[in-house]
């Protein structure tokens, strides 16, 4: 991934993240070592988009980052989003971060995007994750977000 | 006089989002209805009185674009305005949403004040009279923007 896309993402990342869930990113240049890595919650959401441009997009929140934007979002307090609204706002959230991109990727419409899904890991390790060519990672008060994407 | 407002929206937790935005900005409500899908809408919308639509447009079964395209076909649903809150940023689907008839446009992620912004100026024009009438007791929440 060239550093002009990652560039690109992170804005519109950070738009969606701190206009929708108050919630603030921070690229993060090096992932933890291998030792820091452990098994967790994580939710994973996956969008597409094809046509004049296609891509794929994999986005791992972790369990508690996944929380808070759902609180964020909802207004409501920490005991009262369900596991499905937290999974459904992780969903959500992977739909505008891309329909975002995809509108300065693609401004011409050429493109279609399809319909994000989003499914609960209960034992997730992102070390998986750090061989990937088209890895973004970002900083979050509660965790690293995790994103792998391509885009051609 | 309370407006009904159609939800259109796949994700539930949006649908959630919209309606409280909506009742936070002053809009007199009378009911909230919600659909998943374009499918949906047309179910809710060929029993109920709505008086306008908030729709996505990436959903299964049937996107918003059909959904617009469906009321613009139909003489008696395509006076209900459609405001569309959605991802789909690019000018094309703006342009082809203008073409279909689209009340307004609100793109994610969106500040309240957009929604609230542009429920008002596509109400006025759609029911001016009925603004200037005072809102029901249960319905006219003090706007928090």
Request: hydrophobic letters at 45%; charged letters at 25%; proline letters at 4%.
């Amino acid at each position: 991934m060239d550093e002009d896309l990652r560039r690109v993402i992170f804005a519109t990342f950070s738009e969606v993240f701190e206009t929708m869930f108050f919630t603030f990113l921070e690229p993060l240049e090096e992932a933890p070592g291998r030792e820091e890595l452990g098994c967790d919650r994580f939710i994973e959401a996956t969008i597409g988009y094809s046509g004049g441009c296609n891509g794929n997009f994999l986005f791992y929140f972790p369990w508690e980052l996944g929380k808070n934007i759902t609180v964020n979002f909802l207004g409501v307090d920490e005991d009262e989003a369900s596991d499905s609204q937290i999974i459904d706002t992780a969903a959500e959230t992977a739909n505008m971060a891309i329909g975002s991109l995809l509108g300065k990727l693609d401004p011409g419409g050429t493109a279609l995007l399809a319909i994000p899904k989003a499914r609960l890991l209960a034992e997730f390790s992102p070390e998986t994750l750090l061989a990937a060519s088209g890895l973004c990672m970002f900083n979050t008060e509660f965790g690293i977000l995790w994103v792998v994407g391509t885009h051609a | 006089m309370a407006f009904n407002i159609l939800v259109t929206d796949d994700s539930e937790t949006m649908r959630a989002v919209i309606k409280k935005t909506v009742s936070m900005s002053g809009v007199p409500v009378g009911e909230f209805h919600e659909a998943a899908n374009g499918k949906e809408a047309l179910a809710i919308l060929a029993g109920t009185w709505i008086d306008v639509i908030l729709s996505d447009i990436n959903m299964p079964e049937m996107g918003g674009m059909e959904l617009l395209k469906k009321i613009s076909e139909d003489e008696d649903l395509r006076k209900i305005p459609l405001i569309f809150i959605t991802t789909e940023a690019s000018e094309a689907r703006q342009e082809e949403a203008r073409k279909l008839g689209v009340a307004g446009y609100v793109k994610k992620p969106f500040q309240p004040e957009a929604i609230k912004a542009i429920l008002y100026e596509v109400l006025e024009k759609a029911y001016a009279h009925r603004l200037e009438e005072k809102p029901c007791d249960d319905a006219g929440e003090e706007s928090d923007f």
